[in-house]
């Protein structure tokens, strides 16, 4: 037998004793910085999709806040009084949102149409980044561009919302979003110490930094981020090893986005990392040759006097090798005793690090599995979303919910909404098989449960409880209502879970999803799964609502405002039809005897005067704002619209003691727009003036034009010593039926409307009205500014169109009101022409059988065939053809006279009408018509 020395063999038993111990600790070590590394690439890559997160709801938001603006009226408009209102909104909302560089908006063809930052008119300027607007208007759909320098030099991204109206694209509305916003959600971000962020846009080139942000901004990825990034392919996160622009190895994480094409990078260092590594493996190595040096000691000092207990401590080695539990025993040696003491301590450390170890390995799988499965209901749920999101239709949207979760997730899904009035109404009822499908249907209608009855859905309504069982055992469904019991008895359903669908913070109905045929059951995962989808699909389903609500709402907008367009024309000619009759009595007496009652007629005329005034400021704003007032410009002498406007106000200023102070210049003030329009700007400022400032006081017209201005202007101001208007009063002096504080009787009257209307009028010229007053008792000044009109064709003065009448005609009224016919008549004989009365068509027809007229005056609300269907009847006739025909009627919309000019008509006057005015137009279309024959 070989021999060795004792200190050897000591040495071979401690080796062997610690070596066991040393690999089962290395082996632990190992598997505990793979779990390190494990988790440190997890919480690299949850910190880019946080940020992800973060930067996708920062520009979700920039979409939000857009599309909100987008839906105003203003942006949907093409004029250039639009456009300046567009404008105006615009730099107001943009004065809240300081990220935006600008806030522009352009044609689909890219020309800009304003700019916050450079203003309205811009030529023929174009957008900068064509290729993400050209992507809005094909998609119709919020884009966000790459970042792209702008005018100045400065980088900024565009995100553009297209704005639809009538079912095209009109304009697309873009905010030119400065990278600084994405930089400050970066540093919002709790982001730990030495790690870099970076988010990319769709060029892939970089946006924000959270380190060194000024300095690499717009550049591109690290070579290795991209090669990274053509290993990830199409998916949407992933996580490997890169280095850096400052060359720093680091564990780098991508997560993109959702609104854009872009991503979010984060890296960590893999410096600190490995040092930490090192430090724990110098640690071990040290602590094991700690263990070998002490161990080598033992056995050089037990071997100079232990002979005897070596077999012990032998069998005692060997029992260790073979993994069994020692027990130290004692030997008489301390040495020897002190080893075997070692030996079964270091048994005890091996039995745990194993089971330690194996622990470790379990709750590796267990975390392992737990996170492919949040992954996978993750991307599930993210699947559910887009496809809901694609439709807000309810059937396409039921249908879509029907195909995420048949059979996928369950092998039957009944979903039930609660109607107007809270009632349950079936709405879904869907198995892979329809004709299964249409049986559970029958059988679901054909069964009412109880509101208390658990895992009904009156039950889920009035809890608002998830009702989840598994109903694989005769004990779980015994437990159900009976109703319950049966239902689950003919399907043989193996599990179930009914959940409210709450949206908004309001319950909209019950969701079943139920396993039948594939005898699959739901664990705790798949009820939060379920609870999930639940939520979502109930967000979906009120968008849905919200979309008929939506519809209903702006057809009753659209029915109401119909209403009110077909209310305001029968008022004017309800009202108007009186006033005529009224007016031309008055000018009969006038004529009959200048003398007769002067006082009474002069009351009468101012009455009614307001009254026809009354009439058509509501008739005029209606038109304002729908839109249809339409100028007939040419060139004007504002000089000649100041002596129409004093004219037409003369009934209200010769009531007061002072004329107003009227200083024209010298030479003409050329501007271009519809005379009687502006007229009756300056007619409304004159007669505000008069109402508010008394008898004696002075009222001034000042006439003058201005070239300090960008452009010339004429500038017209209107000065009154009158009462004033206050401080809170006067921002709100041009919104319609604003008026300041009157005493009980209403001296002053009106609605108000003027100011409002002539600010509208002004604004369709070009111009605009401003107020000034010092307070109460101050007085006011309105200030009325127009481009002037420079070119070559001289300013047409505003003459008389009552021309002279000579010549006598052979004339038919017709007019169902009988006072308004016969004074009409009355007036034209007195005038010397021959006048025949008709109170109907029919009459009128018969009238004309007998013997023919030059023309005729027809009401167009006439009893049986109208006005329209009588003109268009003469004009059939062969003998009437020639006949001059002007329409006389209390219906004065612009819509009206169209449609009286396309009947046949020659002209469409509004009742009361001048009847010197009525005469001369009568008298030169009966020329006309002589013509045409």
């Given amino acids: 037998m070989r021999t060795s020395k004792l200190q050897r063999r000591l040495l071979l038993i401690v080796t062997a004793a610690i070596l066991p111990l040393a690999i089962v600790c290395g082996l632990a070590l190992d598997a505990l910085l793979n779990a390190q590394r494990v988790q440190t690439q997890a919480s690299i890559l949850g910190v880019a999709r946080a940020v992800a997160t973060a930067v996708d709801s920062e520009l979700r938001m920039t979409i939000a806040a857009l599309q909100a603006l987008a839906l105003t009226d203003p942006l949907g408009s093409t004029t250039p009084d639009g456009l300046a209102e567009a404008y105006e909104l615009a730099s107001a909302i943009r004065l809240s949102h300081p990220e935006w560089r600008d806030l522009l908006l352009a044609s689909p063809d890219g020309r800009v149409r304003f700019s916050t930052e450079r203003g309205l008119d811009l030529g023929d300027a174009r957008v900068i980044e064509p290729a993400s607007l050209q992507e809005a208007v094909n998609a119709r759909e919020p884009v966000i561009g790459p970042m792209t320098p702008g005018p100045r030099g400065l980088q900024a991204f565009p995100v553009r919302v297209p704005i639809l109206r009538d079912g095209e694209v009109r304009h697309v509305l873009t905010a030119a979003v400065d990278p600084e916003a994405i930089t400050a959600v970066l540093q919002r971000q709790s982001v730990p110490e030495g790690w870099t962020v970076s988010v990319f846009d769709g060029r892939q080139r970089r946006v924000a930094r959270n380190v060194d942000d000024d300095r690499l901004r717009g550049s591109a990825p690290s070579r290795t981020l991209l090669d990274l990034l053509a290993r990830l392919g199409p998916r949407r996160e992933g996580v490997g090893a890169t280095i850096n622009v400052e060359g ?17 990078v984060v890296g960590a260092s893999v410096a600190s990392s490995e040092a930490a590594s090192r430090r724990l493996f110098l640690a071990y190595g040290g602590g094991l040759l700690v263990s070998l040096l002490f161990g080598g000691l033992a056995a050089w000092w037990i071997s100079r006097g232990v002979t005897r207990p070596m077999a012990l401590l032998r069998a005692q080695a060997d029992a260790m090798g073979r993994g069994e539990t020692l027990r130290a025993q ?50 599930r749920l993210g699947d559910v979303s887009t496809v809901l999101s694609q439709s807000l239709e309810e059937a396409s949207t039921l249908a879509a919910i029907a195909q995420v979760i048949v059979p996928a997730i369950a092998d039957l899904c009944r979903i039930d909404l609660l109607d107007e009035h809270g009632v349950l109404q079936r709405k879904l009822t ?41 109903l694989d055992d005769a004990e779980s469904v015994a437990g159900l209502e009976p109703g319950l019991q049966e239902f689950v008895r003919v399907l043989g359903l193996t599990a179930g879970c009914v959940v409210p669908l709450v949206a908004r913070g309001r319950t909209i109905g019950v969701m079943a999803v139920l396993q039948a045929e594939s005898r699959r059951r739901f664990s705790a995962e798949d009820g939060a ?17 919200l979309l008929q609500e939506a519809r209903s709402a702006q057809s009753q907008a659209e029915q109401a405002n119909q209403s009110k367009d077909e209310f305001l024309a029968m008022l004017g000619h309800e009202l108007r039809n009186p006033l005529a009759p009224i007016s031309l009595a008055l000018q009969l ?15 009468i005329e101012r009455q009614v005067k307001h009254l026809s005034r009354l009439v058509d400021d509501l008739l005029d704003v209606s038109r304002i704002v729908a839109g249809k007032i339409a100028l007939k410009a040419e060139p ?21 003691e002072r004329m107003p102070d009227v200083q024209l210049p010298s030479s003409p003030v050329p501007v271009r727009g519809d005379p009687l329009r502006l007229a009756q700007i300056v007619g409304n400022l004159l007669s505000n003036a008069a109402k508010f400032t008394a008898p004696g006081d002075a009222i001034r017209i000042v006439l003058a034009t201005d070239a300090t201005a960008g452009a010339p202007q004429a500038v017209l101001r209107v000065e009154d010593e009158g009462i004033g208007i206050t401080p809170e009063l006067l921002p709100r002096v041009f919104d319609r039926f604003v008026q300041g504080e009157q005493a009980l009787h209403r001296a002053a009257g009106g609605l108000g409307l003027g100011l409002p209307i002539a600010q509208s009028l002004a604004r369709l010229h070009g111009g605009a009205i401003t107020a000034e007053s010092g307070g109460p008792g101050q007085g006011t000044t309105f200030e009325v500014r127009l481009p002037l009109h420079l070119a070559r064709d001289a300013p047409i003065a505003l003459g008389d169109s009552a021309a002279a009448v000579t010549q006598s005609l052979s004339l038919l009224v017709v007019d169902d009101n009988r006072d308004a016919a016969e004074s009409l008549a009355s007036w034209l004989e007195i005038e010397g022409q021959e006048v025949r009365v008709a109170t109907s068509a029919e009459e009128a027809l ?34 009437t053809r020639s006949m001059a025909l002007i329409a006389l009627t209390g219906y004065g919309r612009d819509a009206d006279r169209q449609r009286a000019l396309e009947a046949g008509f020659d002209d469409h006057f509004a009742k009361p009408a001048q009847p010197e005015l009525l005469l001369a137009r009568l008298v030169r279309a009966c020329g006309e018509g002589r013509a045409r024959q």
């Fill in 589 to 603: 007496i006038a004529r009959r005897d200048p003398q007769a009652f002067a006082r009474e007629r002069q009351i």
């Fill in 529 to 545: 799964l379920v609870v999930e989808l639940a939520q979502r699909v109930a967000l979906a389903l009120d968008n849905v609502r």
């Fill in 330 to 379: 004692k030997s008489g040696v301390t040495e020897v005793d002190a080893v075997a003491e070692a030996l079964a301590t270091a048994s005890e450390q091996r039995r745990r690090s194993e089971a330690e170890r194996q622990k470790l390995l379990e709750a590796e799988r267990l975390a392992s599995a737990t996170a492919q499965a949040a992954q996978q209901r993750l991307a």
């Fill in 430 to 470: 869907h198995h892979s098989d329809p004709a299964r499908s249409e049986f559970i249907a029958k059988m679901v209608s054909n069964r009412t449960a109880p509101n208390d009855a658990p895992g009904s859905f009156p039950w889920a309504i009035a809890t608002g409880k998830v009702f989840l069982l598994n």
């Fill in 248 to 264: 720093v190895r680091s564990q780098t994480a991508i997560a993109r986005m959702d609104a854009a094409e872009w991503m979010v």
């Fill in 636 to 656: 004007v002498d504002l000089r000649d619209v100041v002596a129409r406007a004093l004219e037409l106000t003369l009934p209200a200023l010769q009531q007061r």
């Fill in 846 to 879: 018969e009238r004309l059988a007998q013997a023919r007229c030059d023309g005729a005056i027809i009401d167009i609300g006439l009893p049986g065939m109208n006005g329209y269907e009588l003109a268009a009847r003469l004009r059939a006739d062969e003998a």
